[in-house]
Nanobody
């Protein structure tokens, strides 16, 4: 499975970015898709995730500002990030739970998001 992330970059506080993560490979099914982030000196943390039925879960710090969505036909997950704050600065990692020959978790390579004040 390959996860290709895009959409990171540098933005001013209050701005927006949209991350995308496309999964490819001999995927039979994808269950949960999500985004995690890791800031310098901190542990990786969940940002948002979405189940195959559309159930969503957000970190308290991003509720009301970030929106996760998925396109099952394209095996792609998106993260719309609005009202960005400097504390959102981190490397953002895509994460999926997929079935090829068994259920496994896969990670993207990460994309840098930097929010300037």
């Amino acid at each position: 499975v390959q996860l290709v992330e895009s959409g990171g970059g540098l933005v001013q506080a209050g701005g927006s970015l949209r991350l995308s993560c496309a999964a490819s490979g001999s995927i039979f099914s994808i269950n949960t898709m999500g985004w995690y982030r890791q800031a310098p000196g901190k542990q990786r943390e969940l940002v948002a995730r979405i189940g195959d039925g559309g159930y969503t879960d957000y970190a308290d710090s991003v509720k009301g500002r970030f929106t996760i969505s998925r396109d099952n036909a394209k095996n792609t997950v998106y993260l719309q990030m609005d009202s960005l704050k400097p504390e959102d600065t981190a490397i953002y990692y895509c994460n999926i739970r997929a079935y090829l020959t068994d259920w496994r978790t896969y990670w993207g390579q990460g994309t840098q998001v930097t929010v300037s004040s």
